[in-house]
């Protein structure tokens, strides 16, 4: 079936430390790929995404991503996690040629240790 | 407006009762989406508009789900005869590119719907 998959739902980190949040997709051509941001009682906010060309994709707070084709993944990273990282991370895909809907994973609960 | 606006922020209703949920989409923007996000989960599709047409409605769960865009503007989403499986937060997204195209859509806060 296709899929979005999230394998961590929680992750805590020290803050200062490098981030890298798992994302895979099981579809069978390569979709559009994103990663938002979502902070308790706000709306998702856009960090980055990937439609075609240079695989590693720049995001906006310092995040950046890696599409990696042969392992079907989407991975977010940060070099250096600040507490206001703090927030549940989404990836989401665009099927190409099947519409406009964004499909979600589940979610990684990102915690930052001080 | 600046970003997409959403009311109510939170919505108390007894179980039965019919809501609606309204959503402002940034001005210009042709493709407006409604999303349902249960408590720890992620946001599931519920319906798709490209100015007024509904083009995909495949994610409402039932009958009891209605969205509208008369006007290829301002969405209304309602949910009649509500249910505790209901409670939810309910996103809109707008977008200003049409289908074929995609520059990622600018999400709502959302509104929390609790069924009691």
């Known amino acids: 079936a296709q899929s979005v998959t999230q394998p961590d739902i929680h992750i805590t980190v020290s803050e200062g430390a490098s981030l890298e949040l798992r994302c895979n997709y099981s579809?069978?051509?390569?979709?559009?790929l994103f990663w938002y941001v979502q902070s308790p009682g706000q709306g998702l906010q856009l960090l980055l995404k990937y439609f075609s060309g240079d695989t590693l994709v720049q995001g906006i707070k310092g995040f950046e991503a890696e599409f990696k084709r042969s392992q079907s993944s989407f991975n977010l990273r940060k070099p250096s996690v600040h507490w206001s990282d703090a927030a549940e991370y989404f990836c989401?895909?665009?099927?190409?040629?099947?519409?406009?809907?964004?499909?979600f994973g589940t979610g990684t609960q990102l915690k930052v240790e001080l | 407006g600046a970003g997409v606006s959403q009311s109510p922020r939170y919505k108390v209703a007894k179980r039965g009762q019919d809501v609606a949920l309204r959503c402002d989409p940034i001005?210009?923007?042709?493709?407006l989406f409604w999303y349902q996000q249960a408590l720890g989960q992620g946001p599931e599709f519920l319906t798709y508009f490209q100015n007024e047409a509904q083009l995909d409605k495949s994610g409402l769960p039932s009958d009891r789900f209605f969205a509208e865009r008369p006007e290829g503007s301002v969405s209304t989403l309602k949910i009649q005869r509500t249910q505790q499986e209901d409670s939810a937060v309910y996103l809109c997204?707008?977008?200003?590119?049409?289908?074929?195209?995609?520059?990622?859509?600018?999400f709502g806060s959302g509104t929390r719907l609790t069924v009691v």
């Open positions: 579809y069978g051509a390569t979709p559009y």
């Open positions: 001005s210009g923007h042709v493709s």
């Open positions: 997204a707008s977008s200003l590119v049409g289908p074929g195209e995609h520059y990622g859509y600018t």
């Open positions: 989401a895909v665009v099927l190409t040629g099947g519409g406009n809907k964004l499909t």
